[in-house]
């Protein structure tokens, strides 16, 4: 798989160099509110993807130290989503300072004799499992049989669309260069720091309304009359 970090972030997947600047409160955006909001039904909004391995693949233990040394390299799969005070603003990502690699990771095995159809028919029932909302949001799973090895990756679509799913696939299972690694964990905001950045965020906002009504305007002239 041949996905750089330009895909990852087209797809909204965002590295920490892009989105966990030093100082900077990393909120979540109008496109994972959406996904919130719409992530009420029996169906989680979860995605997936697969890795299958030739011959017998490598082991549940060498699959725990392949993803110890990888996730850090994407420093959104070491944090969770946290609602803020009121007034404070939209959701924040923090990282999430119990972390542990352990308990993203679970081994099952693959029903004999082996055949695609019963690991995709595990894939869609783990793609059904609900997340716990107050740690990162995803799983993955080392599925072992006789000369079988695959691995399944979970993740909730507001941590990554599809692509950013293939893409964050791929950080963990290709070797090459990665994103370095930062200070883990790195504290939360204070309150008072999360209502200066939501009053800020509001009054650039209201900076920015007699421009954006204006783009309005034209956008509905040249819709109506065909003329810019």
Known sequence: MDIDRQSLRASGFRWHADSSRRGRIDRAGPADLTVLAADHASVPMNLGAILIFD??????????ALLRERVPHVPRLRQALRRTPFGCGR?????????SVDRHLTHLRWPQPGT??????????LLCRPFAPDLPLWQAYSVTGTGHAALVVVLHHVLADGLGSLAVLTAL???G???AVARFPRPAPSIRG????????KLRAIGSLAADLRRGCAGLRELTFGVP
């Open 55 to 64: 011959g017998a693949g490598p082991t549940p233990a060498e699959v725990r």
């Open 91 to 99: 959701p924040i990502w923090v990282d999430d300072p119990t972390f």
């Open 116 to 125: 695609r159809r019963a690991l995709f028919d595990i894939a869609a029932d």
């Open 173 to 175: 299972a290709d070797e």
């Open 177 to 179: 260069n990665h994103a």
């Open 194 to 201: 999360l209502a200066v950045d939501a009053t800020l965020a």
